[in-house]
């Protein structure tokens, strides 16, 4: 059979979605190359997407509905049809609605794919029911949020622009897991002898492409902005006309610096003084410094607080008013490109929700110790919360309640699946159509079907309108093809897209990608037109120094991406997960050695929440008094059944009720262990 490649796109939690080419012979996906003609990625995937191929063809998918017929957790199933599934699924749904009213159920879904119909078309049919609602925090709202506070609207630097940039701060980003095409950027800046310094609490993976690292303890990030503007401020390298004249309340805040000295800062940070103000002065001197912010340091209790603090100083040199100057790592495009609401349908529901779970909180939700009745049913799409959620202990117990009817739509057997009463075979990107939105490119894509799933597999449009169907929901919303809902989606204008000519909206409905205009990063999109360096909008209008939750224990626990799984969805494949090797606990080579450690040593870390077996690294690329978890892992895979999530308490974010998944202590000891490495 004849085989011929069509354009597609990365599904995948990543700043970028990535342009795919894929080789078929109209019903299989032969092979996955990336796209030369995409605007961003320009032919570059990482390893995971050269293996896409290989998942989609898996003998190990799901492709029939699966009933349990053994205890929870223990995979024991067997195949029903559809018709039977949905049969099921909606009596009981039904029956509990008239008994406990529609709030005893939920749903859960979250980054498992990006396209804005089969992500977000859950959410529609859950507000029709009048279910649970859901707050979607478990990632980097309180980035968002911190943001925000500062530049509302506004959109930040696009990672291309960085090219003008003279002088880099990779600050808390791991880019070589998480912003893969970067890296040709920053090696392109060195060899210009342009700097990039890089601030984190663990260094090794970034260490190559920096010329120099500086450690920081964890959640202390805010305090270094702090110094540095205190000494920007008092060696006359502040851009004091652009601050007066583009921003609200420097002169107050100015005032406060005078306390923010760098011993003050390196007493609370681990950073040398002068290290602090040699870091200050490079960054004033430079013309057009970049900050380039990561996602982890807004993981803490005062993860908002802290990218306020660093959006702040990135304003402190005027850099803004300049090409290649400000901040790059949150909002680039200053608007949406699609208009999801037409998927999500917050319209549907009549009236405020019962009740509503913060997804970082769903284990407490499923054992009642969130001081509500315990949720009667769960719905899972495109999430896997057994194994990316706080409090794993808690998640597992209230997953093995037998009274919990559970509902998975899967492509593998999860960690989650396991627990399932039903589960439902689920597609692949390329077996239905789809929109993208990057949110860390100013990029907007479209992806047309290209193969028929294989056995029973449904994309979740076609699982949602079968079972609003079953439930008697007669909205022409649910009578929609998935084609159709797409032609909607790509036909329809929103305020970042609204110059797309018909011909291009006609292009988009064929599958493509466009590049939209970089935001005027000197257009503040504020009330005032100014940014918020004082925001009298907020709780705390005046920005300041505030500390993390931290705990008892003497050693701060942070997780860091794994370039080969960046996140759950990618632990099916066995060379990646070989490649990644064992779950890893990397410690400073000095705190380790006054627990007599070394690295291959089997450690259990501990709190009191849980204890988890890993096996040690050290090296002095991580600050004293952390340890690091690397990568994800399925539970099945951990030495003792428990992964680093068992150790993350679900306490929110200061602003934005996100994951503080960095912000919790352990303990280590090493042990002997009989179990499997």
Same mark, same amino acid.
């Given at each position: ?343 999500? %349908? @917050? +319209?549907?529901? !009549?009236?405020?929700? /019962? $009740? ?7 284990? &407490? ?35 093995? %309640? @037998? +009274?919990?009817? !559970?509902?998975?739509? /899967? $492509? ?7 627990? &399932? ?257």
């Amino acid at each position: 059979m004849k085989s011929y490649t069509q354009s597609t796109i990365c599904p995948y939690d990543c700043p970028t979605s990535c342009g795919l080419l894929a080789t078929t012979d109209g019903t299989r996906i032969l092979s996955i190359e990336g796209d030369p003609s995409h605007p961003v990625s320009q032919g570059l995937i990482c390893g995971k997407m050269h293996h896409y191929a290989e998942e989609i063809n898996s003998g190990k998918r799901i492709l029939t509905p699966l009933k349990r017929i053994g205890k929870k957790g223990s995979a024991s199933f067997t195949p029903i049809t559809w018709e039977e599934a949905v049969a099921e699924i909606s009596a009981h749904w039904k029956s509990l609605i008239a008994s406990d009213g529609p709030s005893s159920v939920a749903y859960c879904y979250y980054a498992g794919v990006m396209g804005i119909i089969q992500r977000h078309c859950v959410q529609a049919f859950f507000n029709r029911m009048g279910a649970c609602d859901l707050k979607k925090t478990l990632c980097s709202t309180a980035k968002s949020e911190g943001y925000a506070s500062v530049a509302g609207t506004t959109g930040c630097l696009d990672p291309r622009e960085l090219k003008d940039s003279d002088f880099y701060l990779i600050w808390g980003s791991n880019v070589a897991a998480t912003r893969l095409h970067i890296l040709k950027d920053l090696a392109e800046a060195r060899k210009k002898g342009k700097k990039v310094i890089q601030i984190e609490v663990y260094g090794a993976p970034m260490a190559p492409y920096t010329d120099d690292t500086i450690l920081i303890r964890p959640g202390t990030d805010g305090a270094l902005a702090l110094a540095m503007m205190h000494v920007l401020v008092y060696e006359g390298l502040a851009d004091e006309e652009y601050l007066r004249e583009y921003t609200l309340g420097y002169e107050e805040f100015k005032q406060t610096l005078t306390e923010y000295t760098p011993a003050w800062a390196s007493a609370i940070t681990g950073i040398p003084e002068h290290t602090i103000i040699t870091l200050a002065r490079s960054y004033g001197q430079a013309k057009a410094p970049a900050i380039l912010l990561g996602s982890g340091n807004s993981r803490y209790g005062n993860g908002a607080m802290t990218v306020r603090l660093i959006v702040i100083l990135s304003l402190f040199t005027g850099a803004w008013n300049r090409p290649g100057g400000g901040l790059c790592g949150c909002n680039p495009s200053g608007g949406s490109r699609f208009n999801s609401s037409l998927v999500k %349908r @917050e +319209d549907f529901r !009549t009236r405020a929700p /019962e $009740r509503t779970i913060n997804i970082n909180q769903l284990a &407490a939700a499923l054992t009642g110790e969130d001081d509500r009745p315990p949720i009667k049913s769960l719905y899972v799409a495109g999430g896997n919360p057994a194994n990316s959620i706080s409090d794993q202990k808690a998640m597992l117990e209230g997953l093995s %309640r @037998e +009274d919990l009817y !559970t509902v998975v739509h /899967e $492509r593998f057997l999860s960690d989650t699946a396991r627990y &399932a009463d039903i589960i439902l075979p689920a597609t692949f990107s390329v077996e239905h159509p789809d929109c993208y939105e990057s949110y860390g490119y100013c990029t907007m894509s479209s992806a047309r079907k290209i193969v028929t799933p294989p056995g029973e597999a449904k994309s979740n449009w076609n699982t949602i309108t079968l079972l609003a169907k079953a439930m008697g929901y007669d909205d022409s919303y649910f009578q929609k093809t998935e084609e159709e809902i797409y032609a909607d989606l790509t036909g329809t204008p929103a305020p970042r897209s609204a110059h797309l000519t018909a011909d291009d909206r006609e292009q988009l409905l064929n599958g493509t990608t466009f590049s939209i205009p970089y935001a005027d990063h000197a257009d503040c999109q504020t009330t005032e037109k100014k940014f918020y360096i004082v925001n009298p909008y907020i709780e705390h209008p005046m920005p300041h120094y505030t500390e993390c939750y931290g705990g008892a224990e003497s050693l701060h626990l942070v997780s860091v991406p794994s370039r080969y799984t960046l996140n759950s969805i990618h632990q099916n494949h066995e060379k990646l997960a070989n490649d990644r090797g064992p779950m890893l606990l990397v410690m400073n080579t000095e705190d380790a050695n006054r627990r007599g450690i070394k690295t291959g040593d089997h450690v259990l870390c501990y709190n009191e929440l849980a204890e988890v077996a890993f096996i040690a690294e050290t090296t002095d690329m991580i600050v004293r008094g952390a340890v690091a978890a690397i990568g994800v892992y399925k539970s099945s895979q951990s030495l003792n059944g428990l992964t680093c999530n068992a150790l993350h308490h679900d306490r929110l974010t200061d602003m934005g009720e996100a994951t503080t998944m960095n912000d919790n202590t352990v303990e280590v000891k090493k042990i002997i262990c009989e179990c499997p490495a």
